[in-house]
């Protein structure tokens, strides 16, 4: 995750150095030429402050996502990046640009606090109840409260997140708990 900030900073700064041509590769609302930019957009941000603000829950939530293993950072967090881009996509007035981690964040965390819910493993509600005490309040980012803060894309990553602790939560609850038992025995006879 630590490469991920890094990474995240270093595109800042080049964005910065340029003069912004950077900002092309940001999420253009309703364009149909540019929605694969939903993969670039959450490397970039408008401005150092905008960056710093996603720099710590970013790394904060993507770590607890990475220690849970690769490939569920791997799945949560495309599947985030791409409902949370299609949301900013198709409901953020036309012509707008959307850039920035925080869809991102948004769909991390809602992965994080309901995954316990799937699993059922105290240690995952511990750590989902840690982050609502932290991180709670920014739910509201999902509201239409600030017209320079994309809650498109704040309420996609939600929804990817729900998405993501479904798909990977029921995989990985016990045999009983939130997926049908897969395990066929049988019985020889005679």
Do not use: C, K
Request: charged share 10%; no cysteine.
């Amino acid at each position: 995750m630590l490469g991920w900030v890094v990474l995240l900073w270093l595109l800042e700064a080049v964005d910065m150095l340029s003069g912004n041509l950077l900002d092309i590769f940001a999420i253009h609302a309703r364009d149909p030429q540019a929605l694969l930019f939903i993969f670039t957009a959450p490397l970039l941000h408008f401005g150092w402050e905008h960056l710093l603000s996603n720099t710590v829950p970013f790394f904060v939530l993507g770590w607890l996502v990475y220690v849970s293993g690769r490939v569920q950072w791997v799945v949560s967090t495309l599947l985030i990046v791409v409902v949370s881009g299609l949301f900013a996509w198709a409901f953020t007035p036309a012509g707008a640009y959307i850039a920035g981690a925080s869809g991102l964040i948004f769909g991390w965390f809602a992965y994080l606090v309901l995954r316990g819910l799937w699993t059922r493993d105290w240690r995952q509600i511990l750590i989902a109840v840690g982050l609502v005490v932290v991180y709670g309040g920014m739910i509201w980012g999902v509201l239409p409260t600030d017209s320079g803060v994309s809650w498109q894309a704040h309420l996609g990553g939600v929804v990817g997140g729900i998405l993501a602790a479904a798909v990977i939560g029921r995989r990985s609850a016990p045999h009983g708990v939130g997926r049908p038992d897969r395990q066929i025995s049988a019985r020889r006879v005679g």
